[in-house]
């Protein structure tokens, strides 16, 4: 029961121009599946693309998805279908604003590094991800010549409670993924 995921952030901030990241999880592997939920949960996935090898991991991602994830299947608006990650004929998710295109038919030759795998890639890349790039800036009110440092987030809202919350609703998270991927994984 394995899982490819392409993912991509909107966003990009990073120094290095961004190109679509691809990650193979094996769900019958306890550490590899505690990063897949534990990314999900904390909606690090902006876009992604996701494809599984057989109906058993496919039947897997879609309750994590939808019940560690708290996404929801969508009908793609114009927004979804202009993404990167966007396939026509695969199944749309919004997880509060973070979308995930599910390939509805497993392909399992893309399991294995090859001609089927790489075409599969390239079918992300953009020319423009060949072009110069310069990263984003931060207008400066410094004298010349000073750079300013990047942007730091915002401090998290005040409270031990609200951090100790979102901890217990993690745990419970992971534990129920954790449950439905043995529940998987003893079917297959």
């Not at 401090?155 to 919350?165: D, K, V």
Request: hydrophobic share 45%; proline share 10%; charged share 20%.
């Amino acid at each position: 029961m394995r899982l490819l995921v392409i993912d991509w952030c909107r966003h990009w901030q990073g120094a290095q121009r961004q190109r679509p990241q691809a990650h193979r999880f094996a769900l019958d592997h306890p550490k590899l599946a505690f990063a897949l939920i534990v990314g999900l949960g904390n909606g690090n996935y902006e876009e992604a693309c996701v494809e599984a090898d057989s109906p058993q991991a496919l039947e897997g991602w879609r309750a994590m998805l939808t019940q560690v994830g708290s996404a929801v299947p969508v009908e793609p608006d114009a927004a979804m279908r202009a993404s990167r990650m966007y396939r026509p004929g695969y199944d749309a998710y919004d997880q509060a604003g973070n979308w995930f295109f599910v390939n509805p038919r497993p392909r399992p030759e893309l399991f294995q590094d090859g001609p089927e795998y790489e075409r599969y890639l390239a079918e992300f890349a953009r020319p423009e991800d060949e072009a110069r790039y310069s990263p984003p800036q931060t207008p400066s009110r410094l004298r010349p010549g000073i750079v300013a440092a990047a942007p730091t987030p915002a401090a998290p809202r005040s409270g031990s409670r609200r951090a100790l919350g979102i901890a217990v609703l993690m745990v419970a998270a992971v534990v129920a993924a954790m449950v439905l991927l043995r529940g998987f994984a003893a079917r297959a």
